[in-house]
Antibody, heavy 118, light 111 residues
Framework: EVELVESGGGLVQPGGSLRLSCAVSGFTFSGSWLAWVRQAPGQGLEWLANINQDGSVKNYVASVKGRFTISRDNAKNSLYLQMSSLKSEDTAVYFC???????????WGQGTLVTVSS | QSVLTQPPSVSGAPGQRVTISCTGSSSNIGASDHVHWYQQVPGTAPKLLIYEIINRPSGVPDRFSGSKSGTSASLAITGLQAEDEADYYCQSHDISLNAYVFGSGTKVTVL
C-alpha cells in the first residue's frame, strides 16, 4: 500500500522558518520524481516545486524561489521542504506528491497545515 | 490569479452530463499534451482523475472523460452521481513560467 505522510507543520511567525518532511512507502522512492503542492484555506491548488530521482534537478514556482528548498534522502525514503522568510500568504496545507511523469501527480499525502501568523 | 481558468461551479441532476472547461493559452495547454485533471472532496487530498488529456488511472470510472482543443481542455462527467460532488482542478505545464500550474477549480454540485 502506498503511503505518503507529511509532518512538520505548525504555527510560525512571519519571517520564520520551518522544515516539512514526507515519509514515503509503497513505491520505488529512489526511482520517482517528487513534488510539493499547497492549498491555502478555501483556495485552489498551487504547485510549488519538484525534484528528480537523485536530487540533481529541482524546479520551483516563482513565488517561493529563493525562500523554499526541496530536497530528498533516498536512504530514508523521505522528501523535505525547507521554508524560510515565511509570509502570511504561505499559510496553507502542504501536500507531498509523486510526479509519475510530466506533472502527473498520482500519489498524495494527507497534507500538513502551516500557519504563518504573529 | 490562476493562468488556467475554470468556471467556479457547475451543477446537474443525477444521471445528467456535465462538462468543466479549462481555458489556458499557447504557453500551457496549447503547447502540451500534459493536461491532467484532479478530483478533491473537501478536507481530503486531491485524486488523479485524468492524465495526458484523455487517460484514466486504474479504478476511475469511464463516466469521466477528458479532451483538448487548441488552448482549452474539458472534463466531462456522464451519468452524474451523488458521489461526484467535489472540486475539480485541471493542470498543465506552463513554458513561460517554467512551472506546473493548476486551474482555479470548479465545484460540482449534484442537485
Amino acid at each position: 500500500e502506498v503511503e505518503l505522510v507529511e509532518s512538520g507543520g505548525g504555527l510560525v511567525q512571519p519571517g520564520g522558518s520551518l522544515r516539512l518532511s514526507c515519509a514515503v512507502s509503497g513505491f520505488t522512492f529512489s526511482g520517482s520524481w517528487l513534488a510539493w503542492v499547497r492549498q491555502a484555506p478555501g483556495q485552489g491548488l498551487e504547485w510549488l516545486a519538484n525534484i528528480n530521482q537523485d536530487g540533481s534537478v529541482k524546479n520551483y514556482v516563482a513565488s517561493v524561489k529563493g525562500r523554499f528548498t526541496i530536497s530528498r534522502d533516498n536512504a530514508k525514503n523521505s522528501l523535505y521542504l525547507q521554508m524560510s522568510s515565511l509570509k502570511s500568504e504561505d499559510t496553507a496545507v502542504y501536500f507531498c506528491t509523486r510526479d509519475r511523469a510530466a506533472g502527473t501527480h498520482d500519489y498524495w499525502g494527507q497534507g500538513t497545515l502551516v500557519t504563518v501568523s504573529s | 490569479q490562476s493562468v488556467l481558468t475554470q468556471p467556479p461551479s457547475v451543477s446537474g441532476a443525477p444521471g445528467q452530463r456535465v462538462t468543466i472547461s479549462c481555458t489556458g493559452s499557447s504557453s500551457n495547454i496549447g503547447a502540451s499534451d500534459h493536461v491532467h485533471w484532479y478530483q478533491q472532496v473537501p478536507g481530503t487530498a486531491p485524486k488523479l482523475l485524468i492524465y495526458e488529456i484523455i487517460n484514466r488511472p486504474s479504478g476511475v470510472p469511464d463516466r469521466f472523460s477528458g479532451s483538448k482543443s487548441g488552448t482549452s481542455a474539458s472534463l466531462a462527467i456522464t451519468g452524474l452521481q451523488a458521489e461526484d460532488e467535489a472540486d475539480y482542478y485541471c493542470q498543465s505545464h506552463d513554458i513561460s513560467l517554467n512551472a506546473y500550474v493548476f486551474g482555479s477549480g470548479t465545484k460540482v454540485t449534484v442537485l
